[in-house]
DNA sequence: TAAGATATGTTATATTATAACATTCTCAAA
DNA sequence: TTTGAGAATGTTATAATATAACATATCTTA
């Protein structure tokens, strides 16, 4: 474990945690895992995987598209979502769906249904993987025949600094 | 039991299943539950009532609106998302967010966090309400320290009917 | 190097949702 | 029964999110 603690699946990331860490690993993990599957992860989609992961809070495609644009002339709507897209696919990131905003993943590489805790204070969101949640799933799917494709978990609520905050 | 099963909560309405039963018993229950809180379910917000029941798969927003138009001229977005506002603030009906669509719900009044099987073959959405599952969330947020607020729970794959007709 | 595949640029448009203000309707108090 | 306040709806405009379609550039590999 890390001395300055990252962002780890299953937890909120503390608030003064290293997120120049974050960054760095995950940038890491991705290059890893496009070069094991010989897929481009080029400059474009490398910066835009950066601006996913420059916090815990799920960001816009258009505000993604806004901070791009400031470097990158000509970036419009289809940039970012093929970049996105991109993403996407090799599970490097997810989309949030009541948010519609996407963040990076904490586990790439690894099967997993993203399972989120997403605050709605500070937008920050914790991404959990529990096998509790998902055998429920998986069994109450079973026992009525339905053939699972996707699950879309998202919990809103508040992180417990938030918490603090309000009382 | 009624002889000609409607929809019930936690199970795929049959292909063959009288559906205008499922439409008199919602709004019979949007009526009661209207009167019993002194919201006025009037003409307009009855009629996109009965528009989201149409079926069992959840319905956007501008197909509503379109359905509508025909009936009444001057509909506009507004006039439908007002209309979709009120029905969700009394739980008659819920947003499913990986679709921006709304369906009726079957449980209105019972306090439950929708959760749904939606079919991705002919749309169908099954709205369940797993104990298990709400207990793995309820508890694995609560070891986080992390307060609810809201829960997103949609599941999408292949409805019995649908994997049969594939295979 | 040339050809094909992949990625990005560019323009236009589709889809979903809300803001802001005007008008009409409802219901109860005067 | 009036009338006035609040609620609901009408109306116009625009914001926010996402994709289609085609042009150009870049990469890969034969
Ligand atoms: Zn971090
Ligand atoms: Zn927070
Ligand atoms: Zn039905
Ligand atoms: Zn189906």
Not at 5 to 18: I, N, Q
Not at 88 to 101: C, M, P, Q, T
Request: with cysteine; charged share 25%; aromatic share 6%.
């Amino acid at each position: 474990m890390n001395k300055t603690m990252t962002a780890t699946k299953g937890a909120f990331p503390g608030v003064r945690h290293d997120h120049g860490d974050c960054v760095a690993g995950a940038l890491r993990a991705a290059e890893e895992l496009c070069a094991q599957r010989g897929a481009r992860l080029t400059k474009l989609r490398r910066r835009v995987f950066e601006l996913v992961w420059s916090s815990h809070a799920p960001v816009g495609a258009y505000d993604l598209l806004r901070r791009l644009a400031r470097e990158r002339d000509g970036a419009a709507p289809p940039t970012v979502y093929r970049a996105l897209d991109f993403l996407r696919g090799h599970g490097l990131i997810h989309r949030i769906e009541s948010l519609n905003a996407f963040v990076g993943c904490c586990a790439p590489g690894l099967a997993h249904a993203g399972q989120f805790l997403i605050c709605s204070a500070c937008g920050t969101a914790a991404e959990i993987d529990d096998p509790r949640l998902d055998a429920a799933i998986e069994k109450r799917a079973k026992a009525l025949g339905f053939a699972i494709q996707r699950k879309t978990i998202e919990v809103e609520g508040l992180c417990p600094p938030c918490q603090a905050r309000r009382s």
